[in-house]
T-cell receptor, first 107, second 117 residues
Framework: GQNIDQPTEMTATEGAIVQINCTYQTSGFNGLFWYQQHAGEAPTFLSYNVLDGLEEKGRFSSFLSRSKGYSYLLLKELQMKDSASYLCAGSDYKLSFGAGTTVTVRA | DAGITQSPRHKVTETGTPVTLRCHQTENHRYMYWYRQDPGHGLRLIHYSYGVKDTDKGEVSDGYSVSRSKTEDFLLTLESATSSQTSVYFC????????????????FGAGTRLSVL
């Protein structure tokens, strides 16, 4: 199993950058996932890191350090539609989710 | 969007009654999962399936059973619903085979909101 820890809430201004940190402790590791979930909707897949380093997808980037049990999701050029919960999940072939970080984007 | 349909989308039931939730996929993916999501707990795995008639327990399986008689359908049954099972239930699927970077990505259905009174 996995223990996943991420902050509960973050607030940022439109156009700014926000970094959501995630730490994990694993009994086995097969990758680190990030999902976005808008209120009342299903989680949607954002990124998947297996190897150390940075993965960039447009305005979203995700970083992984396996030796430190650490990942972050970087959201750049924030838009109002980015207000959502962001879920970090560790994989040992099954996903273990953190409780999620609610990001609020202010005008 | 992944072809995943959950039914019903909303259900209100009484304590002690049986309830079955259905997940149907059109992607022919090997793995299917049932999660529940509660405030402060995030998504927790109830049961999962790695093939027809092949299922296993997750971290919160007590009070739940599952069945998978066809690749496309995965049923979650609450044998005797309790108020503690009031939650939002999500089904997810993953390929399980093929591209190493893609096979473990899980795609979620829209969810079922269950209230047990």
């Amino acid at each position: 199993g996995q223990n996943i820890d991420q902050p509960t809430e973050m607030t940022a201004t439109e156009g700014a950058i926000v970094q959501i940190n995630c730490t994990y402790q694993t009994s086995g590791f097969n990758g680190l996932f990030w999902y976005q979930q808008h209120a009342g909707e299903a989680p949607t897949f954002l990124s998947y890191n297996v190897l150390d380093g940075l993965e960039e997808k447009g305005r979203f980037s995700s970083f992984l350090s396996r030796s430190k049990g650490y990942s972050y999701l970087l959201l750049k050029e924030l838009q109002m539609k980015d207000s959502a919960s962001y879920l970090c999940a560790g994989s040992d072939y099954k996903l273990s989710f953190g409780a999620g970080t609610t990001v609020t984007v202010r005008a | 969007d992944a072809g995943i349909t959950q039914s019903p989308r909303h259900k209100v039931t009484e304590t002690g009654t049986p309830v079955t939730l259905r997940c149907h996929q059109t992607e022919n993916h090997r793995y299917m999962y049932w999660y529940r999501q509660d405030p402060g707990h995030g998504l927790r795995l109830i049961h999962y399936s790695y093939g027809v008639k092949d299922t296993d327990k997750g971290e919160v399986s007590d009070g739940y059973s599952v069945s998978r008689s066809k690749t496309e359908d995965f049923l979650l049954t609450l044998e005797s619903a309790t108020s503690s099972q009031t939650s939002v239930y999500f089904c997810a699927i993953s390929e399980g085979t093929g591209d190493p970077l893609a096979k473990n990505i899980q795609y979620f259905g829209a969810g079922t909101r269950l209230s047990v009174l």
